[in-house]
């Protein structure tokens, strides 16, 4: 009772005053004893307006004291808890929950370190939908332990939408749980055009994804845009091989990114890094079926790209198109510059070591005299099985790919491949470190040329 005198300080009107101490009483009492707190509750139907709980009660209250909150109250603010159920989500799979996650969004986006959650047991259908902060409080978390399905492909989404579920300019967000995310994306997958992504990041910092499975998204699973410090841990990508441009992860305009313990098998890059990345690591994945580890397509359009200082390593890739890959369009600008994969194991990848900057998407692409430099790459420990050819490094002739090393490489064909290439390189200046299985004897050992100075990775530097 000691933290009522300090709500009731001298300057507040009586009739506050009076309202602060007995919502304050009742809300010590109501902290203090679970069977009051529940009869309180039920007596009081603006406090069940919003969810029923004690909580909730927690939240129309404190406001009211602004800075002069006592610490002990300010412990039930930050352990705030929405449950959509409470916001009218019926969690039956049919009904439209979209209205409801929105409300409990509102509610917890107020409170610093809100938990919003979505329970186990129940299956949550959800049009498009924005979990938007800028006015949100900081180190909201997204508790996933139901599923949450997406419309089929249908009228239910407009045409040329980008993402199914968003979480936008939040500070501190994180989407933990043991939970299913459906994108429901088989309809999608025979259709041309815009295909929606089903969770996407933007303009975010402090963002974790732990726990969660997300599968059969129309397109990329899960995308971080704009987005600074990001941990992705212990999460599931699921969806069929051969489903078209599901990438698992998706990153762009991010830095200080670590991706480990995952599992991923999509119908494409199990994880693509695209430019303005920098400061990412990858660790400890499990890749397959899909198109391996990817840097790019950069420089599509012309356009100019900065990659920079990515790890991939502890990583396993299996029936898989490529292992690790970076691919540029010719005509880009900019660079990709201090890239290492280290201790990869690979078993039946079509091609497991792959620099291809020409790359094109099937339609008719041009040659041209600009594109984006790539040096500093480093291979190393890249051991297992392949079934087309081992490496395959098609560097640009106006500005060949530098310093390109290679250590400990053991690459073995599939029993019973025939038709093998042979490792190829164009264009590729570097070294072997370790004699390599098999030899690769076409990297051309020589020093980076001025030109590659002036156009390559420097471009890229402010
Ligand atoms: C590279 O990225 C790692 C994180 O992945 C970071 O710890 C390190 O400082 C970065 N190094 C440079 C030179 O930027
Ligand atoms: C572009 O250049 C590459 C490498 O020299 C060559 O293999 C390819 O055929 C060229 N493509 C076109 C469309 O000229």
New binding site residues.
């Given amino acids: 009772m000691l933290s009522l005198n300090t709500i009731a300080t001298p300057n507040m009107k009586n009739t506050w005053n009076m309202k602060a101490s007995i919502y304050g009483i009742l809300t010590i009492l109501l902290l203090w004893s679970p069977e009051l707190g529940v009869s309180a509750a039920r007596d009081t139907k603006q406090w069940r307006h919003h969810d029923g709980s004690r909580q909730l009660m927690a939240e129309t209250f404190y406001p009211s004291y602004g800075e002069s909150m006592p610490s002990s109250l300010q412990y039930r603010k930050t352990s705030t808890i929405f449950n959509v159920l409470n916001f009218g989500a019926k969690g039956d799979g049919i009904s439209d929950d979209t209205k409801a996650f929105e409300a409990a969004w509102l509610a917890a986006c107020k409170l610093e370190a809100s938990t919003m959650i979505i329970p186990k047991g129940s299956v949550f259908l959800i049009k498009p939908i924005s979990f938007s902060g800028p006015n949100c409080e900081s180190n909201i978390v997204f508790q996933l332990d139901g599923k949450i399905i997406a419309p089929k492909a249908s009228g239910n989404w407009e045409s040329g939408l980008l993402q199914w579920v968003e979480f936008t300019k939040l500070n501190g967000i994180t989407i933990r749980g043991s939970g299913v995310v459906d994108g429901q994306g088989s309809g999608w997958w025979t259709k041309s055009g815009t295909k929606p992504t089903a969770i996407r990041f933007y303009g975010s910092s402090d963002v974790t994804v732990t726990g969660i499975t997300i599968q059969n998204s129309p397109q990329t699973h899960l995308k971080f845009d704009n987005c600074q410090s990001v941990q992705v841990s212990e999460i599931t990508v699921s969806s069929p091989g051969d489903s078209p441009n599901t990438d698992g992860i998706h990153l762009q305009n991010s830095q200080?990114?670590?991706i480990h313990s995952s599992k991923l098998a999509c119908g494409d890059d199990c994880v693509s890094i695209q430019t303005g990345c920098?400061?990412?690591?990858i660790q400890n994945v499990d890749c397959g079926p899909g198109h391996g580890i990817s840097i790019g397509s950069l420089g599509k359009d012309n356009t100019k790209a900065c990659v920079?200082?990515i790890?991939v390593l502890d990583t396993k890739i299996h029936d898989a198109m490529t292992g690790v890959r970076i691919k540029t369009w010719q005509g880009g600008s900019g660079s990709v510059q201090?890239v290492t994969f280290s201790n990869i194991q690979v078993s039946q990848v079509k091609t497991p070591i792959v620099i291809d900057q020409y790359y094109c998407d099937g339609s008719k692409c041009k040659n041209d005299t600009s594109a984006v430099g790539i040096s500093w790459i480093s291979f190393e420990n890249i051991r297992g099985t392949y079934t087309v050819n081992p490496v395959q490094f098609a560097c640009s002739d106006s500005l060949p790919c530098t310093d390109i090393t290679l250590d400990t490489i053991q690459l073995r064909p599939v029993q019973g491949s025939d038709h093998l290439g042979k490792p190829f390189c164009s264009n590729t200046y570097g070294e072997l470190k370790t004699s390599t299985t098999p030899p690769i004897d076409c990297l051309v050992a020589k020093k980076r040329s001025t030109k590659q100075a002036q156009y390559g990775y420097d471009s890229c530097q402010n």
């Fill in positions: 200080d990114v670590a920098s400061a990412v690591k920079s200082n790890t201090g």
